[in-house]
């Protein structure tokens, strides 16, 4: 163990180790709600979808959603998970303004997926395997708004009945960068599944992030649980934080009380919310509206067999092509990125080249202007065409820059561009002798410098460049070189 290593508090007493399991409520991608017909679309009017069910009118009754059902059962194969051909939807009685009909539909007892796992990719490239406990469907509740009246609140039913699943992780990881791997290696999954948009920020995808600290080898510790962490970044403050006060609190000879605790984003600290409620104050017993949920075997592999190569897969298969791990970890941490990268290989362009082009070049263009793989400028064919003419020596990689960069501004063709512009690499030796040659016979001091020091040799390759705009064949200007100047090869 050493003391830098970011699983563990250094404490006055010795080392804490950080224990850490997620709850994540995951949207469910789908048009329609839960139990009813009513939209689920982002931005609408308060309370203009809303239909009886979501607003608890007495005597209506919940009918399930299909899709959302195949969604929920769909994400647990990605999960490598036990999928429950029988589960059960209980209610989860607590009293709240935006929730109408005084319990929220969930799962409990007998969830719809059991337990699965998710491999996340560390920064060293290591990989962890997290264990999922759970995939539960539930509905969401509505939205009180404080912030419209001087002297009311009102309550927002739009998102009351939303399909929601909450994954369960097993208390697994051990460091903020853990969590924060697991929660971007989960979003991934469920985007390239389409099951959930991943988008944090307008709370489709959000975090209970339980927290616990303990000596090393101890038994797990008592832990806090922090509500509805919506970002990445955030529940990694969080973490470090908590961890802290809980380490902070032993030490000085208190104790941890199990509680729900909230993240204030801008301290970055956690507070009391109230203490823990324990699953028997909600009284959870089976909804008597609704019957069992009875998949069929066959209809789950159906599902299994539709479903898309996942990012471990993906990654497995780049670097198999070639690419080193961490180029293939960049590729598929974004569905749309490694969709642009095999857009350019089946354009011709040679895996490894496609991948350090994007890497080191177009990704890093993007960035910059804050654009993304789907909304930036230049179209996945351009960049093959420049990656594949490096390849086939008409261009050099100075001037494939430069053209990146002419097509960024100004669109057009790679191919007839470097033909109009002429920037075609200059392979003709003569050409090249001749460069060589001039600079030779203008600078003798540097001439008789190089012959005792032949690493001087570089200076003339890069006047010849210069000379040439880039284009010369830097292989070709190097043997033209170290031949007059009388070095060995
Ligand atoms: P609840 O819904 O009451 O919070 P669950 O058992 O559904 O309880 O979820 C508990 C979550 O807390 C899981 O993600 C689990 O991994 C995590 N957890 C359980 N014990 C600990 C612990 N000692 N330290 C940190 N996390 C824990
Ligand atoms: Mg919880």
């Not at 839960?34 to 607003?55: C, K, M, R, W």
């Not at 608890?56 to 009754?61: K, T």
């Amino acid at each position: 163990m050493n003391s830098t290593d970011s699983r563990y508090i250094q404490g006055s007493t010795g080392p804490w180790e950080i224990v850490i399991g997620l709850e994540v409520h995951c949207q469910v991608l789908s048009k329609a709600k839960l139990f009813s017909g009513a939209s689920t679309e982002f931005g609408a009017d308060p309370n203009a979808q809303v239909s009886f069910i979501d607003a608890a009118m007495p005597g209506m009754l919940p009918v399930i959603n299909k899709f959302c059902v195949e969604q929920a059962v769909r994400t647990g194969l990605g999960l490598k998970a036990q999928i429950n051909l029988i589960s059960v939807f209980d209610r989860k009685n607590y009293f709240y303004p935006d929730l109408p009909a005084g319990y929220q539909i969930s799962q409990y007892k007998s969830p719809i997926v059991g337990e699965g796992e998710v491999l996340i990719d560390l920064p060293g490239g290591e990989t962890a395997r997290i264990g999922i406990e759970r995939l539960h469907l539930e509905q969401d509740a509505g939205k009180s708004l404080h912030d419209q009246h001087p002297d009311h609140s009102y309550v927002d039913l739009n998102r009351s009945g939303i399909a929601l699943m909450e994954i369960v992780s097993r208390p697994d990881m051990r460091s903020s960068e853990e969590a924060a791997a697991y929660l971007k290696k989960l979003r991934a999954i469920v985007r390239y599944l389409g099951t959930c948009d991943g988008n944090m920020d307008e709370g489709s995808m959000r975090a209970d992030v339980n927290v616990s600290v303990r000596k090393p080898g101890a038994p797990l510790g008592t832990r806090c649980e922090i509500k509805n962490v919506n970002s990445v970044r955030f529940v990694a403050q969080a973490i470090e934080f908590e961890a802290r006060r809980q380490v902070d609190v032993l030490e000085s000879g208190g104790a941890i009380k199990q509680e729900t605790r909230l993240f204030d984003s801008r301290t970055g600290e956690t507070r009391s919310m109230r203490s823990k409620e324990e699953a028997h104050d909600y009284r959870y017993f089976p909804d008597p509206d609704l019957l069992p949920l009875v998949l069929e075997q066959a209809w789950v592999d159906r599902i299994a067999t539709s479903l898309p190569e996942l990012p471990d897969e993906k990654k497995s298969r780049f670097v198999a092509m070639g690419l080193s791990a961490y180029d293939a970890l960049v590729l598929v941490a974004e569905k749309e990125a490694a969709d642009y990268f095999e857009a350019m290989l089946k354009e011709g362009a040679e895996p490894k080249a496609a991948a350090n082009w994007l890497n080191n070049e177009y990704f890093g263009r993007l960035n910059k202007s804050g654009l993304s793989i789907v909304n930036g400028p230049v179209p996945a064919a351009s960049n093959a065409t420049i990656v594949n003419m490096v390849g086939e020596n008409i261009i050099s990689g100075k001037i494939a820059k430069d053209v990146l960069d002419i097509v960024w501004a100004e669109g057009g063709e790679p191919r007839s561009l470097v033909e109009s512009r002429g920037l075609k690499q200059v392979t003709d030796a003569s050409a090249i002798e001749r460069a060589v040659d001039n600079v030779i016979a203008a600078n003798p001091d540097k001439v008789a410098a190089a012959k005792a020091k032949p690493q001087l040799a570089g200076w003339f390759v890069g006047q010849v460049m210069k000379a040439t705009g880039g284009k010369a064949n830097p292989t070709v200007v190097n043997a033209i070189v170290k031949n007059r100047l009388g070095l060995p090869e």
